[in-house]
């Protein structure tokens, strides 16, 4: 097709090396390895889980593939054969269900709420949703096919605001890291990613009548390589070790 | 004797053959399967979209912009590296070539760092004129040379340094002024790579993805070419993905296969 290299395909094309390598291996020791692929919203918190469900689990080696669910989702359709998904939405799992890939029923682990987020300080001086329609101001969205795209749609609709758009980022962290580096005034994420990047950023509330909640999903994938794997990290991200570790980062309990 | 020599030749080594179609297949089976994919009956409806029409007139644009911006500095930047001795050559020359290495993403976010409105050189610019080239078309211009423009430098350079001095030396020994030699002589005899490293450039500025995305954002109508919309589509609707990226392969390969023949005998 085209060949340049771009940021959302070399993801996937890391996850399908990842793949590689972990199936490459898997029969040249006792070591399992669990590949999770999981929404970017999700990255601080499955770090920290990783390494605990690690520590649980000695031999097992988690290897995490993070990007925007419906990159994900088009991978798992193509068939990188991931142990689990766990998606920032319903919509992206239930289209990887619909295709026979999910093993058993998706389970809500956590729910997540939007948030503006300014660069530290809040140099454009944003109050609300209504600022995100300053022509003056660089405003970034992410794109309407990822999660987090379409929340902030309904969102800034429930708000009745017309965003002056400036960009529509490929997932929520390359969206965050541009206003946090200050290229842009304000943006909508989630409340989890104002809360791993302070310092860096500031959040700003969107009134709850107008708000989204994300319901985060999780499965075990059909296809899995390393089903017991992939089981037994599921039910960790369920148990009150894995919820605890979520909701330090942000998250709600569903 | 002549007739040994004929049946060598009309029987080239069969590992050579099969690993030669191999190589090619690398090349036509992602093409077979984009083909296999296309929704024929729709395409004229995916490909009259607004969408399409924004992301293709803006490739064009920055792809050729780029292209005039790379002729302009690129050129001169090939004749000094090819003619000129100084300290550090190499050094410079490795430079040049850095963007064929390394991944666009990263050069699209050291093009953030620089030029960004907080970036070294952006923040003053941005005091002094107002001027914000992140998420602007100007943006997507600057991203795609910065990727595409070593390709002409690498080839004007090489057939610089091809170039026999003595045609010249005697234009110069004839009374020919240095700017008369470069106009009616230089340019001339290395006319074929200039024009195939043109072509290479705008080839691959017309593919950017990584460095505009990070660099210049994404979006439709200002910022969104046609690799972005590619992107884009392919997680929401890929239908339209798969014309956009059919649009491209034929673009790009009618372009390529009618030059080939006149310019690229050079390469």
């Excluded at chain 1, 600022?131 to 708000?159: K, T, Y």
């Excluded at chain 2, 004929?6 to 069969?14: A, D, I, N, Q």
């Excluded at chain 2, 002409?152 to 030396?169: F, H, K, P, Q």
């Amino acid at each position: 097709m085209i060949a340049v290299s771009e940021p959302a395909r070399a993801r996937a094309v890391v996850g399908f090396a990842a793949v590689l390598v972990v199936t490459g291996c898997a029969g040249s020791g006792n070591q399992s390895t669990v590949l999770v692929s999981a929404a970017a919203s999700l990255t601080d918190a499955f770090v920290e889980i990783e390494a605990a469900f690690e520590e649980a689990n000695p031999g097992v080696d988690v290897v995490l593939n993070l990007g925007g669910s419906s990159a994900l989702r088009e991978q798992i359709l193509g068939g990188a054969p991931a142990d689990v998904f766990a998606s920032a939405n319903p919509s992206n799992m239930a289209q990887v269900r619909e295709a026979g890939e999910v093993d058993g029923e998706p389970r809500v682990f956590i729910r997540n709420r939007l948030q503006i987020a300014v660069p530290a300080g809040n140099p454009a001086g944003v109050t609300g949703p209504a600022d995100l329609a300053r022509e003056e101001l660089l405003i970034g969205l992410c794109a309407e096919a990822v999660p987090c795209g379409e929340f902030g749609r309904q969102a800034l609709a429930n708000a009745g605001v017309s965003a002056a758009v400036d960009t529509r980022e490929p997932d929520v962290r390359a969206l965050l890291t541009k206003i946090g580096a200050g290229e842009l005034d304000a943006g909508i994420v989630y409340v989890t990613d104002v809360a791993s990047s302070v310092g860096e950023v500031d959040g700003v509330d969107i009134a709850d009548a107008d708000n989204v909640v994300a319901e985060y999903p999780i499965a075990v994938l059909t296809g899995a390589p390393n089903r017991d794997g992939a089981t037994d990290f599921v039910e960790f991200v369920l148990s009150d070790e894995g919820r605890a570790i979520l909701v330090k980062h942000g998250f709600e309990s569903p | 004797m002549t007739g040994l020599r004929k049946r060598r030749v009309s029987r080239p080594p069969l590992v050579l053959v099969a690993l030669a179609v191999l190589g090619l297949a690398v090349f036509v089976v992602p093409l077979l399967g984009l083909l296999a994919r296309t929704p024929w009956r729709d395409l004229p409806a995916l490909l009259t979209g607004e969408i399409v029409a924004d992301a293709l007139r803006l490739s064009m644009v920055s792809s050729l912009a780029a292209t005039a911006l790379s002729a302009v500095v690129g050129v001169p930047l090939a004749w000094v590296l090819a003619r000129v001795e100084f300290p550090g050559r190499s050094i410079v020359r490795g430079l040049v070539l850095l963007p064929l290495v390394i991944p666009p993403v990263v050069g699209g976010a050291a093009l953030l760092f620089a030029l960004g409105r907080r970036g070294l050189i952006g923040e003053p610019l941005n005091q002094a004129t107002g001027l914000v080239l992140p998420f602007s078309t100007w943006g997507v211009v600057l991203a795609v040379t910065f990727v595409a423009m070593p390709f002409l430098v690498i080839t004007v350079e090489g057939a610089l340094r091809n170039l026999d001095s003595r045609y010249e030396g005697a234009a110069a020994t004839l009374g020919a002024k240095r700017w008369t030699v470069l106009r009616r002589v230089t340019f001339p005899m290395i006319a074929p790579s200039l024009v195939a490293g043109l072509v290479l450039t705008w080839a691959r500025a017309l593919g950017e993805f990584g460095a505009t995305i990070t660099f210049a954002g994404n979006l439709p109508g200002r910022t969104q070419t046609l690799p972005l919309a590619v992107f884009v589509a392919l997680e929401s609707d890929r239908d339209t993905a798969v014309a956009l990226s059919l649009l491209m392969v034929a673009i790009s390969l009618a372009v390529l296969v009618a030059l080939r023949g006149r310019w690229w005998r050079s390469l």
